[in-house]
């Protein structure tokens, strides 16, 4: 334990020198007495954590923290925060308590100041580190899934600004601060951050979500190299479903995320509303999380193609009849090709066929456009399409 606390005095969690836990003239708390009162903050890893009765080091399993008691009053200074949150993060637990834990701990040791984390619960968790105190925990139906739980938490959140993370996402210090600044262009209604694979942190697994007008969708700059410098802030179509930022009012105003669509395909759902109205989702370079591919959980193949032929018909009217019409062919019958190599092509044309069912026999249902309720700026429609050709 001596070593293992010697070590972590030495560095920061990110491998950085440590700094003072405390200004120097905060008094030693052996001069608390009784009666006072006390806020516990604690060392991770070399960092303060901000208000928090006890956050281990849960990604390694060990109890690496040490206990500073800092009074409110008299023995130490004051860590305050605004009534109203300015964020609030978005967690949707769908049962992996490991993958739940990683994100908390790196949330609750890098989050900004006065924001507020609800972690929506499809399933039983038991609290094992007491952070109830830290976090806000909703009860969701066991059979809800992440778009639910997602459309859950954000209803409930207060702040003004919502970030979606879905459980085994691990976030760096500082992450929202360049969201928070762009989010300050009231054309822009989404901030996607680059998302690292978190297997090879060197690497990109996306930099935001491109859709072809034939119905496919596909990562941008996945596989490249995160410090190449060719990642730009620019528009994107989407998010990764990994991390995201957005405007609770323009959620509020698309009507939510759409549960029918599953859970990849219901944010790309989002972002083809938002750009048809005018508002902007954009990539912010700066703003960068760390997944790895298994944090989303891939649908049965009937599954993938019900979803993505509803979606397909949904838009393809406002994309272009005659282009949508002609590249989703030739996108359907390379999926039938690679199908036979993987035996996967039966349930996917019948995947396709329910999907065309339902999306004909909802054609006269459409997304309420937030445009007629947040009307952006002109120049909004100054700035390059998102989608991909």
Same mark, same amino acid.
């Given at each position: 334990? #001596?070593?293992?606390?010697?070590?972590?005095?030495?560095?920061?969690?990110?491998?950085?020198?440590?700094?003072?836990?405390?200004?120097?003239?905060?008094?030693?708390?052996?001069?608390?007495?009784?009666?006072?009162? !006390? +806020?516990?903050?604690?060392?991770?890893?070399?960092?303060?954590? =901000?208000?928090?009765?006890? /956050?281990?080091?849960?990604?390694?399993?060990?109890?690496?923290?040490?206990?500073?008691?800092?009074?409110?009053?008299?023995? $130490?200074?004051? @860590?305050?925060?605004?009534i109203?949150?300015?964020?609030? !993060?978005?967690?949707?637990?769908?049962?992996?308590?490991?993958?739940? *834990?990683?994100?908390?701990?790196?949330?609750?040791?890098?989050?900004?100041?006065?924001?507020?984390? !609800?972690?929506?619960?499809?399933?039983?968790?038991? #609290?094992?580190?007491?952070?109830?105190?830290?976090?806000? @925990?909703?009860?969701?139906?066991?059979? #809800?899934?992440?778009?639910?739980?997602?459309?859950?938490?954000?209803?409930?959140?207060?702040a003004?600004?919502?970030?979606?993370? =879905?459980?085994?996402?691990?976030? +760096?210090e500082?992450?929202?601060?360049?969201?928070?600044?762009?989010?300050?262009?009231?054309?822009?209604?989404?901030?996607?951050?680059? &998302?690292?694979?978190?297997?090879?942190?060197?690497r /990109?697994?996306?930099?935001?979500?491109?859709?072809? !007008?034939?119905?496919? @969708? &596909?990562p941008?700059?996945? $596989?490249? %190299?995160?410090?190449?410098?060719?990642?730009?802030?620019?528009?994107?179509?989407?998010?990764?479903?990994?991390?995201?930022?957005?405007?609770?009012?323009?959620? *509020?105003?698309?009507?939510? @995320?759409?549960? +029918?669509?599953?859970?990849?395909?219901?944010? /790309?759902?989002?972002?083809?509303?938002? %750009?048809h109205?005018?508002?902007?989702?954009?990539?912010?370079?700066?703003?960068?999380?760390?997944a790895s591919?298994?944090?989303?959980? =891939?649908?049965?193949?009937?599954?993938?193609?019900?979803?993505?032929?509803?979606?397909?018909?949904?838009?393809? $009217?406002?994309?272009?009849?005659?282009?949508?019409?002609?590249?989703?062919?030739?996108?359907? &019958? $390379? %999926?039938?090709?690679?199908g036979?190599?993987?035996?996967?092509?039966?349930?996917?044309?019948?995947?396709?066929?329910?999907?065309?069912?339902?999306?004909?026999?909802?054609?006269?249902?459409?997304?309420?456009?937030?445009?007629?309720?947040?009307?952006?700026?002109?120049?909004?429609?100054?700035?390059?399409?998102?989608?991909?050709?």
């Amino acid at each position: 334990m #001596d070593s293992m606390n010697r070590e972590s005095s030495a560095h920061g969690s990110f491998g950085k020198p440590r700094t003072s836990a405390f200004p120097s003239t905060s008094p030693d708390r052996r001069s608390c007495k009784l009666g006072d009162r !006390i +806020e516990p903050t604690y060392i991770h890893a070399g960092r303060r954590l =901000r208000q928090g009765r006890f /956050i281990p080091c849960i990604r390694s399993g060990l109890t690496n923290a040490i206990v500073v008691l800092a009074s409110r009053a008299s023995c $130490g200074p004051s @860590f305050r925060r605004s009534i109203v949150a300015r964020l609030a !993060i978005i967690i949707p637990h769908l049962g992996d308590v490991s993958a739940l *834990e990683d994100t908390l701990a790196s949330v609750l040791a890098n989050r900004p100041d006065d924001c507020e984390i !609800i972690v929506v619960l499809s399933h039983p968790y038991d #609290d094992p580190y007491e952070v109830k105190g830290e976090v806000r @925990f909703v009860a969701a139906q066991p059979d #809800d899934g992440p778009v639910l739980a997602m459309n859950l938490g954000i209803r409930l959140a207060n702040a003004s600004l919502v970030h979606v993370l =879905r459980c085994g996402v691990e976030v +760096e210090e500082g992450w929202a601060d360049a969201a928070f600044r762009r989010m300050l262009d009231p054309r822009i209604a989404a901030v996607a951050p680059v &998302v690292l694979d978190s297997g090879t942190p060197s690497r /990109i697994l996306a930099a935001g979500v491109a859709y072809h !007008i034939g119905g496919s @969708f &596909v990562p941008l700059e996945a $596989g490249n %190299e995160a410090n190449s410098g060719r990642t730009r802030c620019r528009p994107v179509l989407a998010p990764y479903p990994a991390a995201a930022f957005y405007r609770k009012s323009t959620w *509020e105003a698309l009507g939510g @995320f759409d549960p +029918e669509l599953g859970d990849q395909l219901a944010w /790309i759902d989002a972002g083809l509303a938002l %750009e048809h109205s005018g508002l902007l989702t954009v990539l912010e370079p700066r703003c960068r999380v760390r997944a790895s591919r298994r944090c989303l959980a =891939r649908a049965s193949p009937f599954r993938q193609a019900l979803e993505s032929e509803q979606l397909f018909w949904r838009w393809a $009217g406002r994309l272009g009849r005659g282009r949508s019409l002609a590249a989703h062919a030739l996108m359907v &019958v $390379g %999926e039938a090709a690679r199908g036979m190599l993987d035996l996967s092509v039966a349930p996917r044309a019948a995947g396709r066929l329910v999907g065309l069912w339902l999306a004909m026999k909802r054609r006269s249902r459409s997304r309420r456009d937030p445009g007629k309720l947040l009307f952006p700026p002109a120049a909004a429609a100054s700035m390059p399409s998102s989608r991909a050709a």
